[in-house]
């Protein structure tokens, strides 16, 4: 049994077939084959509150109900896409909400959870809307909005989703000198992220600590799954190869 498995970045949208029918086949081989499931942000694509509730978000909400009734305990850590998403949701699917950032042990490793796009510092346009959108009052005065209207300003993500993609990698990628400097502060040396959709492992020394940085997988295509248990340590694994 795998002791805990760690996704992100599934952007979860009601035209993205083939990633909610992965999502399903993921809740299948997780409810027999782990203990724990951390998502840490991405989750939809966009959710602009918990009143959006409809048929097609309910389907999901059921999915991590029926983890939850195999005793799977689930957590989930908002990202720059799915931070309204709420305690409503969070009762009704069984979900358990992380602070950003949040420190857990597994083993005998201290392990900090972030969504990821704090450490990509050199998008000054990303960060500006970061600081809005995570201020306190945001959220309470956003949800203020009619929902309609909600819905057409989140709407609009996807369509700057598709600009980012002339942005130079390095502007979209995490700066070094921020991770590390956050995991010195924090005193980790295992860091867990999403975001960047550029999964695996990369080490770090700096004076004589070496700081590992694992990255989740988004889930375009076959998603990698961060997997942890005593035996093995942290690893991946394939979706469609479980």
């Not at 997780?30 to 048929?55: C, E, M, Q």
Request: with cysteine.
């Amino acid at each position: 049994m795998i002791d805990a498995v760690f996704i992100s970045d599934l952007h979860l949208h009601p035209d993205e077939t083939a990633i909610t029918e992965r999502f399903h086949q993921f809740i299948q081989w997780a409810s027999t084959h782990t203990r724990s499931v951390y998502i840490l942000g991405d989750f939809f694509h966009v959710w602009p509150g918990d009143d959006a509730l409809d048929a097609w978000s309910r389907s999901i909400l059921y999915q991590l109900t029926r983890l939850g009734d195999q005793g799977v305990a689930v957590y989930f850590m908002p990202g720059n896409r799915d931070f309204l998403l709420g305690n409503s949701f969070a009762e009704l699917s069984g979900l358990t909400i992380l602070k950003e950032p949040s420190i857990i042990t597994l083993g005998d490793e201290r392990v900090l959870l972030v969504h990821g796009d704090r450490y990509c510092t050199a998008d000054r346009g990303h960060q500006w809307l970061r600081r809005l959108t995570r201020n306190r009052v945001f959220p309470s005065l956003f949800m203020l909005l009619p929902l309609a209207f909600r819905a057409r300003l989140v709407n609009q993500v996807r369509t700057r989703s598709q600009s980012n993609r002339t942005k130079s990698a390095f502007i979209m990628d995490v700066v070094v000198s921020s991770v590390l400097n956050h995991m010195r502060i924090l005193g980790v040396d295992v860091l867990v992220h999403g975001h960047t959709h550029k999964p695996g492992l990369t080490t770090y020394a700096d004076q004589g600590i070496t700081y590992r940085r694992y990255v989740l997988s988004d889930w375009d295509d076959n998603p990698l799954l961060m997997c942890y248990d005593k035996s093995s340590g942290f690893y991946f694994n394939r979706l469609l190869e479980n």
